[in-house]
């Protein structure tokens, strides 16, 4: 059971970039899958998570409304992040996680239990 997060990279600020969360040994339709992100010297928080398939809903944090959106391709058992309109401050490594609670619903009761190994963004100019 594992989570790969990839799609991080340099960007310039006003830029996109879509990160991509693929899940092997699991089929993620059945869980919630979220993304969090950790900035040098700051703690991990939260971004967005995607509600199992059974349950649907997203939840994407409010500052970031508007300019990130989470969604699911099933046929390749991926969870993406859109992120568009990249500032310096999304800099971070971002990591994407699972609850592994079928049927659970965004965000979580418990703990989110598997991690992937993050990515790196970068936004610079």
């Known amino acids: 059971v594992q989570l790969q997060a990839s799609g991080g990279g340099l960007v310039q600020p006003g830029g996109s970039l879509r990160l991509s969360c693929a899940a092997s040994?699991?089929?993620?339709?059945?869980?919630?899958i979220g993304w969090f992100r950790q900035a040098p010297g700051k703690e991990r928080e939260g971004v967005s998570c995607?509600?199992?398939?059974?349950?649907?809903?997203?939840y994407i944090t409010e500052p970031l409304k508007g300019r990130f959106t989470i969604s699911r391709d099933s046929a390749r058992n991926t969870v993406y992040l859109q992120m568009n309109n990249l500032k310096p401050e999304d800099t971070a490594v971002y990591y994407c996680?699972?609850?592994?609670?079928?049927?659970?619903?965004?965000?979580?009761?418990?703990?989110?239990?598997?991690w992937g190994q993050g990515t790196q963004v970068t936004v610079s100019s």
């Open positions: 996680a699972t609850d592994r609670v079928a049927g659970s619903s965004c965000p979580p009761a418990g703990p989110y239990r598997v």
């Open positions: 995607i509600s199992s398939k059974d349950s649907s809903g997203t």
């Open positions: 040994g699991f089929t993620l339709d059945y869980y919630v």
